[in-house]
């Protein structure tokens, strides 16, 4: 497994816009699936934003495309997300979370197939 450190969480009005960062300790290299996942309270985890790292290709859930953004830098070993145009609805904990090899890339924004998790960042938006 992966140890994952995220930050970069906090609070802004409607409109307005975050960066999360997440430091990975571990592999993810070739074959590896990270990204972005988060959970409101009473609701399920659900995908937001992932990135497969064979070829950098990103999926982004629907709620999120156009303002959110995806970004990995490999000589760090970090995975970051871009959140502009924050909306109410996008306030929830934001986890990061990688998984290597199974096929991740086939339901990449998948929440069941991952095997390592980070400890979580709040993002709250106001009206």
């Known amino acids: 497994q992966v140890h994952l450190v995220e930050s970069g969480g906090g609070s802004v009005q409607a409109g307005g816009s975050l960066r999360l960062s997440c430091a990975a300790s571990?592999?993810?290299?070739?074959?590896?699936?990270m990204g972005w996942f988060r959970q409101a309270p009473g609701k399920e985890r659900e995908g937001v934003a992932v990135?497969?790292?064979?070829?950098?290709?990103?999926y982004y859930a629907d709620s999120v495309k156009g303002r959110f953004t995806i970004s990995r830098d490999s000589a760090k070993n970090t995975v970051d997300l871009q959140m502009n145009k924050l909306k109410p609805e996008d306030t929830a904990m934001y986890y990061c979370?990688?998984?290597?090899?199974?096929?991740?890339?086939?339901?990449?924004?998948?929440?069941?197939?991952?095997?390592?998790w980070g400890q979580g960042t709040q993002v709250t938006v106001s009206a």
């Open positions: 979370a990688s998984v290597y090899g199974g096929g991740c890339f086939l339901d990449p924004l998948a929440t069941r197939q991952y095997n390592s």
């Open positions: 571990g592999y993810t290299g070739s074959g590896t699936c």
């Open positions: 990135v497969y790292v064979s070829g950098g290709r990103t």
